[in-house]
Nanobody, 122 residues
Framework: QVQLVESGGGLVKAGVSLRLSCAVSGRTVSSNTMAWFRQAPGKEREFVAAIPWIGITSYADSVKGRFTISRDNAKNTVYLQMNSLRPEDTAVYSC????????????????WGQGTRVTVLS
């Protein structure tokens, strides 16, 4: 059984940092492409960042230079370090394991966590 459990969200002021965690069981993060997506109120879920099992990380243009995705293979956990947060970063953030297809698309991912809410106040 595959489970992804996110944590680390919260209510913060603009400009601060947060680190989200995604603890994974049933899949090995070092052997799978892992990604973070987010869904803001009233909007569709969108790609944030991905870390492949081999290769370089990828980011949405809106977070490039501010967010960093990483993984700890020993803990089988994926992280999203978010710096210089902005009100437009407010969303529910979810991690996912890629199944097949284009890594920036929601449909490429087969397993999802329940999400963690991030609210950034101006």
């Amino acid at each position: 059984q595959v489970q992804l459990v996110e944590s680390g969200g919260g209510l913060v002021k603009a400009g601060v940092s947060l680190r989200l965690s995604c603890a994974v069981s049933g899949r090995t993060v070092s052997s799978n492409t892992m990604a973070w997506f987010r869904q803001a109120p009233g909007k569709e879920r969108e790609f944030v960042a991905a870390i492949p099992w081999i290769g370089i990380t990828s980011y949405a243009d809106s977070v490039k230079g501010r967010f960093t995705i990483s993984r700890d293979n020993a803990k089988n956990t994926v992280y999203l370090q978010m710096n210089s947060l902005r009100p437009e970063d407010t969303a529910v953030y979810s991690c996912a394991t890629r199944r097949s297809g284009t890594y920036r698309l929601v449909a490429a991912y087969g397993y999802w966590g329940q999400g963690t809410r991030v609210t950034v106040l101006s």
